[in-house]
Protein backbone atom coordinates (compact mmCIF):
# COMPACT_ATOMS: atom_id res chain seq x y z
CA UNK A 1 0.00 0.00 0.00
CA UNK A 2 1.41 3.42 -0.78
CA UNK A 3 0.39 6.31 1.32
CA UNK A 4 1.18 10.48 0.44
CA UNK A 5 2.10 11.02 3.85
CA UNK A 6 2.59 14.58 3.07
CA UNK A 7 -1.69 14.89 2.58
CA UNK A 8 -2.35 12.83 5.05
CA UNK A 9 -1.63 13.04 9.05
CA UNK A 10 -3.29 9.80 9.62
CA UNK A 11 -3.42 6.77 7.71
CA UNK A 12 -4.19 2.70 8.02
CA UNK A 13 -2.60 0.16 6.89
CA UNK A 14 -4.66 -2.52 6.06
CA UNK A 15 -3.20 -6.08 6.80
CA UNK A 16 -5.34 -9.19 5.71
CA UNK A 17 -4.70 -12.84 7.04
CA UNK A 18 -5.69 -16.24 5.40
CA UNK A 19 -9.07 -17.07 6.38
CA UNK A 20 -8.77 -19.84 9.49
CA UNK A 21 -9.76 -23.11 8.51
CA UNK A 22 -12.92 -24.47 11.04
CA UNK A 23 -11.97 -26.30 14.00
CA UNK A 24 -14.28 -29.36 15.55
CA UNK A 25 -14.26 -29.57 19.28
CA UNK A 26 -15.97 -31.61 21.27
CA UNK A 27 -14.56 -30.62 24.65
CA UNK A 28 -13.43 -27.42 26.23
CA UNK A 29 -11.40 -27.40 29.47
CA UNK A 30 -12.18 -23.72 31.21
CA UNK A 31 -10.08 -21.94 33.64
CA UNK A 32 -10.20 -18.44 34.67
CA UNK A 33 -8.21 -15.85 36.46
CA UNK A 34 -8.24 -12.55 37.83
CA UNK A 35 -8.19 -10.62 34.47
CA UNK A 36 -9.27 -13.52 31.95
CA UNK A 37 -10.92 -16.65 30.93
CA UNK A 38 -9.12 -19.16 29.63
CA UNK A 39 -11.06 -21.74 27.40
CA UNK A 40 -9.13 -24.70 25.53
CA UNK A 41 -11.14 -26.74 22.89
CA UNK A 42 -10.38 -29.64 22.32
CA UNK A 43 -10.70 -33.08 20.80
CA UNK A 44 -11.53 -36.01 23.01
CA UNK A 45 -11.61 -39.78 21.33
CA UNK A 46 -14.36 -41.87 21.99
CA UNK A 47 -11.59 -44.60 23.86
CA UNK A 48 -10.28 -42.32 26.18
CA UNK A 49 -10.83 -42.82 29.76
CA UNK A 50 -9.84 -39.70 31.81
CA UNK A 51 -11.54 -36.01 31.76
CA UNK A 52 -8.22 -34.72 30.85
CA UNK A 53 -7.62 -37.04 28.24
CA UNK A 54 -7.86 -35.04 25.04
CA UNK A 55 -6.13 -32.94 22.60
CA UNK A 56 -6.17 -29.39 22.55
CA UNK A 57 -6.99 -27.62 19.23
CA UNK A 58 -6.73 -23.86 20.58
CA UNK A 59 -6.83 -21.52 23.04
CA UNK A 60 -9.29 -18.48 23.09
CA UNK A 61 -8.69 -15.83 25.98
CA UNK A 62 -10.97 -13.18 26.62
CA UNK A 63 -12.05 -11.01 29.51
CA UNK A 64 -14.86 -12.13 31.66
CA UNK A 65 -17.28 -9.35 30.85
CA UNK A 66 -16.54 -10.44 27.38
CA UNK A 67 -17.39 -14.10 28.10
CA UNK A 68 -20.66 -13.11 30.26
CA UNK A 69 -22.05 -11.22 27.27
CA UNK A 70 -21.37 -14.79 25.31
CA UNK A 71 -24.27 -16.45 27.58
CA UNK A 72 -27.33 -14.91 26.51
CA UNK A 73 -25.76 -15.37 22.32
CA UNK A 74 -25.17 -18.71 23.03
CA UNK A 75 -28.54 -19.61 24.83
CA UNK A 76 -30.43 -17.91 22.18
CA UNK A 77 -28.57 -19.97 19.64
CA UNK A 78 -29.38 -23.21 21.21
CA UNK A 79 -33.21 -22.21 21.55
CA UNK A 80 -33.47 -21.14 18.05
CA UNK A 81 -31.77 -25.03 16.83
CA UNK A 82 -33.95 -26.21 19.29
CA UNK A 83 -37.43 -24.90 17.91
CA UNK A 84 -35.95 -25.82 14.29
CA UNK A 85 -34.75 -29.23 14.86
CA UNK A 86 -35.96 -30.55 18.16
CA UNK A 87 -33.45 -30.88 21.51
CA UNK A 88 -29.79 -30.65 22.07
CA UNK A 89 -29.04 -33.62 22.87
CA UNK A 90 -26.54 -32.99 26.38
CA UNK A 91 -23.15 -34.86 26.56
CA UNK A 92 -23.01 -37.31 29.30
CA UNK A 93 -22.95 -35.88 32.73
CA UNK A 94 -24.51 -32.39 31.78
CA UNK A 95 -27.80 -33.30 31.65
CA UNK A 96 -28.37 -30.94 34.49
CA UNK A 97 -25.56 -28.56 33.84
CA UNK A 98 -25.43 -25.53 36.87
CA UNK A 99 -26.53 -21.99 35.89
CA UNK A 100 -24.68 -18.97 35.29
CA UNK A 101 -26.16 -17.35 38.45
CA UNK A 102 -24.53 -20.35 40.63
Known amino acids: MVVDRARSATYT ?6 EPAPIYANTVRIATGAYDVLMEFGYRAPDTTGPED ?49
Open 54 to 102: FTVLTRVVMSPAHAKSMIPLLARMIADYETKLGGAIPAPGFENPPSAQE
Open 13 to 18: EVVTQP
